[in-house]
């Protein structure tokens, strides 16, 4: 198989990246080990929360700027800050395109809201979802949290904890359906995805907005988890269509409505562009020739190999087997690239769960280009973009999704202008 | 330290980190609370399996085996396989509900029908004889009966074909299933129609039988297993004394062979696995490869929409599938979002299934209606009944399409 | 409120927990006094193994007498709690044959039935044992769960007029010229201070026994030796297996519940770290290194967590030294020792020997009370323990399979009190180790639970290969559901669970458990944006 550019790691690095390359014309194709952390999604991007020294941040570039002078293997540093603000511009347009809408700016952090009512400063927020310019800033005074009876995956009374600190007042309300009960009847499997997919028939969007009627008169907005809409994208609209006070979602634990959305508009758009999306398959091993990678065998595809003129290894960290920890070493398992970590192992974390961990920080070496480094050479057809990277905390600097985003977009523009 | 270097054990669930993303994706949780979803079923399960086997659930049988959990995990962790393995390890050990017996006996049933295939059709399409099968055999009433074929595939090949197969110079053997045996000689004829036109000559196995996919899922696992053992030595013959490929027209006996075997019924193929390959990417790689291409004659321009059977998603070989239907000219390719049609294989066929079955496939029957096409293509022989029959839409092999359309 | 009691026992280990037992079956009124909760600390971080006493039987003959005698008694009365499994003490090449004959001798001396195997048998019935093993002897060990074992000697002496009040600390002994007459303590969750008085005060605390000896200014010295241990992600043996050697580092593997664990290393400590335990690298090292010899397997099976307790090994008092050290249990009665009335220590001793170790220290709080009963403890089962497995299994309906045998592992009988009248109930809140919302609700009315880690001891909710990445929340969540105060508790408490579960995974974090663990991080820490907010130095 022939291609001009592959991508290995079908998360939203690879996804970003091969909308760019395919949108150009480019023939493409992407290679993941299954599912990505998408999934995880709390329905918003971070670009950039907190300095490393654990300052909160306002304007995500004002940072990224400061980051170039303070922490120069940090990938925006590597990026630099002009190349950042370019790229974080073109973001949302790109996530809008493909069929995710979302609100922003990259001058301008705003807050999410957690499941458990905390606010997190962050960047895009799909639509639909509960913002707050600034942290307790909440947009009602009395708000009804609504769940579903047994859904063991969201916390109205820990939201209401949070934003009674406020001042906000809220009450709580429950809902069951026949529907509901017959999918409750599997004791584990009253997970978003299938408490979605009851709310995906009208009939039971129709009882949730009688019910949700019915507290109008007291509240002046509902909260809803996001259990709405995982296989139709109009249900959300719909819900909202028939009641007449504001109605906020917000996140709940994995598997993320919002993420699962997301990952399959993002799929269907490389698709819809002309991409191939192999799922499901994993690189097993590359010929190099010359310091350039020639080709790649994956799992599934055996004997026939993938060609390419570029590679980009966007397989993420830890938790997509981007980087694999073994007792005393961080291995990139396909190219045997060059891995940045601490040698002793008691050096790769602290014994506190919520400190930031160094571990988190380790990944590929890679040069200014983001070319993967191997052997202390740079190869000059395959670039790193996303988790994999060196140098940053992904969820205490709250950048993981822009790192994402901005290094995948960073390499496109480098593979489409060469050649 | 060298120990700890690497945890890939046999233990493969171990590599389950809990990440909850099988549960998104698997066609049946969806839509049957009884079953456990795949989760539960697989990984969680298997590690109270280890600790008491009494732990095993009966529910595992609505696994349909679609191993879209495994395409789906990022942890690579065989979930399917881990709930196969567990109904042939601790499920019960004797299954021998004639119904079962009569749907996995696809070799038999096939060998006893074809003589008399214009009485058999007829009679299974009758009210009457659904109604009796449902009510004595739990086959249910509202399933159409894939037709039989009036004589077999090898009867035809040994009489008309096998001569002239052998006179090419280059040759290839060919694994043609029940069903282009029993039911749909002329798939097989196309095959060789196209792989005349290519040079070679198309061979059949020393030996063939039933690949065992339908005897795996209900429990005949010792049978199964012979018939593995038989295919195997024949194939190993082909590969190993006469240097010869060998190729299936079906998605899921290519699929049983390469991965099932060694996966579930315990049998070793890696001396042969990779030369096992279904016909499509068999005839991808000789097109690509440039020793190989095809005239084709004008026809009219269809669209034909691409359904991936479960089996090909997790092999992860519609592509070649595609690009084989993209060469034909004047056939539009739409690939269909991949989706379980629902039928899998003979689960759909069982009347507590019949339900769980349509309401899984609902999506993709959607999807093709609102396909706008004029043909549905795909690998998988059970996929194409239960779409013709779910759909108003024909539906085909794409080799078949590829055959009528050579010049 | 009356607080005036005939005995009051410091320390809620499995030994406090069998005196408080043992004491109310004799009608005597006990109070128990746990600073922390239920089996927190050498009961609960051991190997779990029923003890045949093989392992003793070369080097003390008394120990091992002890131990089979106990495990004799341990599967009829608390059958819920062990898992009658069996051992093997295998040798492999580099041990030699000799130590075999005098092992199966001395055994036999101690009482303890032994079946001498050919490999080949040996690897029939174990097949993960290492195949290299050129012998073989049979022995009924076992395994026992502590934290069930303390919990239903709990659940026993409640139901026969016992207090246990967890989280309450011993601060200070009331002392009344030559005699102990009370405690004075601080009860963590109320904040405040409390007085109790009693005729006899009871020093149950393991190696802390030493502190509380302390406070009415007597020395028992304490030898603190730590053990570290491995647990695997599932069961890799189904025989606990033993190396047919004299005692040494990490030569035990024992299945316990869902997975198997490896220990021990040994080292002493000084008495200021007991508080303190840390897994060394190095240590990790000696368990893979030896385990691997009991089972290859575990070469390359994924490790779970990495723990420590400390033995409290006592110095025999003829020898101040320290060099000489009782592993038998030591009774001290203080009147006689060291003129102090009123109060007992009771330490040494093992897990496996609990029930024995309260039967001693009861019948000479008897003795000081004045009080003749009999111990019965022997005879009467512990609640959960008084039907067969069979017969709760038939009383339960409505449950899926593998849920109901999770529930009846845990509970025994008692598993017939947990709400499963609806699919709400029977809803899963941990889905590694089958804990539904029912048995959660349970646990936290009948079982003296206060957070989310007391809640594992009683579930083995986050246990399971996820160490609660899934149900920590979950199970938070409906411990919050109560009042407005109760969600920002379990809020907090879900940071220190989860602290809790990382500094056992830290010692092994790397292969699956690290991707786990940065899975987690995502979940907690950015999804719900939860973060530590405990000053640095309050590390619990």
Known sequence: MKFDTVIIGGGLAGMACGIRIAEAGRSCAIVSQGQSAIHFSSGSFDLLGRMPDGREVTDPIAGITELEQTSQEHPYAVMGAERCLKYAQRVPELLRTSGISVLGDCRKNHYRVTPMGRSKATWLTIDGYLTEQEPGKLPFEKVCIVNVEGFLDFYPEFIAEEFRKYGVACCFETINFPDLEHIRKNPSEMRSANVARVFDHEKNLDALADKIRKVVPECDAVIVPAIIGINRNDSLGLLKSKIDIPLYLLPTLPPSIPGIKAQQTLQQCFRALGGEYFLGDTVRSADLENGRVKQVYTVNHGNIPFEADHFVLATGSFFSEGLVATPDRIVEPVFGADTVYASSRTEWYTLRFFDKQNYQAFGVKTDSALHVVKEGSSIDNLYCAGAGLVGFHPVQEGCGAGISLLSALYVADQILNSK | MNIQQNTVSENNFEQCIKCTICTVYCPVAAVNPDYPGPKQAGPDGERLRLKRPDFFDSALKYCMNCKRCEVACPSNVRIGDIIQSARIKYGPKRNTSLRNYVLANTDLVGSLATPFAPIVNTAVALKPVRFMMDKVMAIDHRRIFPKYAHGTFTSWYKKHAAEAQAAFPKQVSYFHGCYVNYNNPQLGKDLIRIMNAAGYGVRLLDKEKCCGVALISNGLYNQAKRQAETNLASIRTAVNENDLDVIATSSTCTFTIRDEYPHLLSLKNDDVRDRVELATRYLYRLIQSGKVSFKFKEAEPIRVAYHTPCHMEKMGWSYYSIELLRMIPGVEVIVLDSQCCGIAGTYGFKKENYRTSQDVGEPLFRQIEASGADLVATDCETCKWQIEMSTTKPCENPLTIFASRLA | ?540
């Open chain 3, 1 to 540: 409120m009356n607080n005036t009691y005939d005995v009051i026992i410091i320390g809620g280990g499995a030994t406090g927990a069998g005196i408080a037992r043992d004491c109310s079956l004799r009608g005597i009124k006990a109070l128990l006094l746990e600073r922390s909760d239920i089996a927190t600390g050498a009961t609960g971080r051991n190997h779990g193994l029923l003890h045949s006493g093989a392992r003793y039987a070369v080097t003390d003959h008394e120990s091992a007498e002890e131990c089979i005698r106990e495990n004799m008694i341990l599967r009829k009365i608390a059958a819920h709690c062990v898992e009658e499994t069996d051992g093997l003490f295998i040798t492999l090449p580099e041990d030699g044959l000799d130590y075999q004959a005098i092992f199966v001798e001395s055994c036999n001396k101690a009482g303890i039935r032994t079946e001498i195997l050919d490999p080949d048998e040996a690897k029939r019935l174990e097949p993960s044992v290492n195949p290299d093993l050129i012998g073989a002897v049979r022995v009924p060990d076992g395994a026992v769960d502590p934290f069930r074992l303390t919990s239903s000697n709990i659940l026993d002496a409640k139901a026969h007029g016992a207090e246990v009040r967890t989280y309450t600390e011993v601060m200070e002994l009331i002392r009344e010229q030559n005699r102990i007459i009370g405690v004075q303590a601080y009860d963590h969750r109320a904040k405040e201070e409390r007085k109790f008085y009693a005729r006899v005060v009871v020093n149950a605390g393991g190696i802390w026994g030493h502190g509380i000896a302390a406070k009415a200014g007597i020395t028992v010295n304490m030898l603190p030796a730590k053990g570290a241990l491995l647990i695997f992600g599932h069961r890799v043996n189904k025989m606990v297996l033993n190396r047919c050697r004299k005692p040494a580092d990490a030569d035990i593997l024992v299945p316990g519940d869902t997975i198997s664990l490896i220990g021990t290393t040994s080292s002493k400590i000084p008495y200021d770290q007991i508080d303190n335990m840390i897994i060394t690298p190095e240590e990790v090292d000696i368990l893979l290194r030896e385990g691997e010899k009991l089972s290859p397997q575990l070469a390359y099976t994924r490790i779970l967590r990495a723990y420590a307790g400390v033995r409290p090994l006592v110095a025999s008092d003829d020898d101040p030294s320290g060099r000489t050290v009782s592993r038998g249990i030591v009774l001290l009665d203080h009147a006689q020792r060291d003129g102090m009335e009123g109060f007992i220590t009771i330490t040494g001793g093992k897990l496996m020997t609990y029930r024995l170790m309260a039967e001693w220290a009861t019948d000479l709080i008897c003795k000081k009370l004045g009080v003749n009963e009999v111990c019965r403890t022997a005879e009467i089962p512990l609640p959960g323990s008084v039907e067969s497995e069979k017969e709760v299994e038939r009383k339960m309906h409505g449950k899926p399979i593998a849920q109901k045998r999770s529930s009846i592992a845990r509970h025994g009988a008692l598993a017939t009190e947990i709400d499963s009248r609806d699919s709400i109930k029977n809803s899963l809140v941990c889905e590694c180790e089958e804990v539904s919302i029912g048995e959660v609700e349970y646990a936290m009315k009948n079982l003296s639970v206060n957070n989310l880690v007391d809640l594992r001891r009683r579930t083995r909710i986050g246990m399971g290969t996820c160490q609660g990445e899934l149900c920590a929340c979950r199970a938070a969540g409906l411990m919050g559901k109560r009042s407005p105060v109760c969600a920002k508790k379990a809020k907090e408490d879900i940071v220190s669970f989860l602290n809790e579960r990382w500094k056992g995974m830290a010692p092994i974090a790397w292969g699956d458990t690290l991707r786990e663990s940065e899975y987690t991080t995502w979940v907690y820490e950015s999804v719900c944006g939860l973060s530590d907010e405990t000053e640095k130095t309050s590390m619990p």
